[in-house]
């Protein structure tokens, strides 16, 4: 289970599973489902994928880019941005359609909480 | 949500191709671990956020994206900008010499008041040096600029120059809302109008 608050919030703080950068403060989000499609992490899964890559259903939600403590967000996709971690630039660990300015997801599977 | 932050500027790296300006802003980018996938998409911009004199400030930091190379760097890359980090390579001459230009192209295209602040980058190369600490030293001198040695690689004085700069912008903004003030101030009634005031100030919300 997600560790959510009562009213979905992000208790935990929400950092990056390789480094532990600080991605979120808690609170700073919201639990949130999806489905989405990360490429993969790590270069055998990418190629055990076949260059695809995994769907991600659980989420945290953000409203504010500026929400962020660090994150990195990549060129654009077609009409995506993929969010990585801002220090050793593990990732994708999130999602953002550039059609939906105020909705940045951060897959929890992605990360590390602490 | 309310803001969680005190300030927010944008930064741009500028500098030629090649300076490791990718690397300021990505310290660990060789890195085995990476998939291809982000390698070759590139990154756009980062978020980071630091602490200075207890006021947290949120930097985005942006990359030229290569588009360096065809000098096409204009005002649309340039707007907002409060700061800009001029990156040259001390392992390579050129580099150097196009800081002159690269100063030239920000007078003409971005804001007049953006702090600036001049990077000899790949310090920890010192045996492939050609341009010496004390040539970096005087040409920042001659601009006005402030001026640090880094490596990205050994993360020399990279934190130090993101500070650095951060810290100058908030000396100028917080400079600026003085004037404000003071240009209105009259007495004890005032001063309590102004202080409410400067929260919205503050916060330099671009984007």
């Known amino acids: 289970p997600p560790p959510a608050q009562p ?26 489902h999806r489905e989405l499609l990360l490429p993969a992490m790590r270069k055998k899964a990418a190629a055990a994928a076949g260059g695809g890559g995994d769907v991600v259903r659980e989420h945290w939600l953000v409203r504010d880019m500026f929400s962020f403590e660090n994150v990195g967000f990549t060129r654009d996709v077609g009409n995506v941005k993929f ?23 951060v897959a929890l599977e992605r990360v590390a909480h602490e | ?24 802003l990505f310290r660990f980018s060789e890195d085995a671990f990476n998939t291809t996938f982000i390698s070759t998409i590139g990154i756009d911009f980062k978020i980071r956020t630091i602490e200075l004199d207890g006021k947290k400030i949120k930097l985005q930091i942006w990359d030229t994206a290569g588009q360096e190379r065809f000098r ?12 800009i980090m001029l990156v040259y390579d001390i392992t390579n001459e050129k580099s150097f010499d196009n800081i002159k230009n690269w100063i030239r192209n920000i ?46 690689k050994s993360s020399i004085n990279v934190e130090e120059a ?14 600026k809302m003085n004037d404000n003030s003071s240009s209105g101030a009259g007495g004890p009634v005032k001063i309590t109008e102004n202080r409410s005031k400067k929260s919205s100030f503050f916060r330099c919300t671009l984007l």
């Open chain 2, 1 to 24: 949500m309310a803001k969680t932050y005190d300030y927010l500027f944008k930064l741009l790296l500028i500098g030629d191709s090649g300076v490791g300006k990718t690397c300021l």
């Open chain 2, 107 to 152: 007078e003409e295209h971005a804001s007049s008041d953006v702090e600036r602040m001049i990077l000899g980058n790949k310090c920890d190369m010192n045996e492939k040096r050609q341009v010496s600490k004390e040539k970096g030293e005087k040409l920042a001198i001659d601009y006005g600029i402030k001026f640090l040695e880094t490596s990205a």
């Open chain 1, 83 to 105: 969010l990585v971690c801002a220090d050793c630039e593990a990732g994708p660990i999130g999602w953002h359609c550039l059609d939906d300015k105020d909705s940045f997801y």
């Open chain 1, 7 to 32: 009213l979905g919030r992000n208790l935990k703080a929400v950092l990056c599973q390789r480094c532990g950068s600080r991605v979120l403060l808690p609170g700073a989000a919201t639990f949130a």
């Open chain 2, 72 to 83: 096409t760097i204009t005002t649309a890359y340039y707007r907002g900008a409060m700061g």
């Open chain 2, 162 to 175: 993101f500070f650095t700069l951060a810290r100058d912008i908030m000396t100028k903004l917080n400079r």
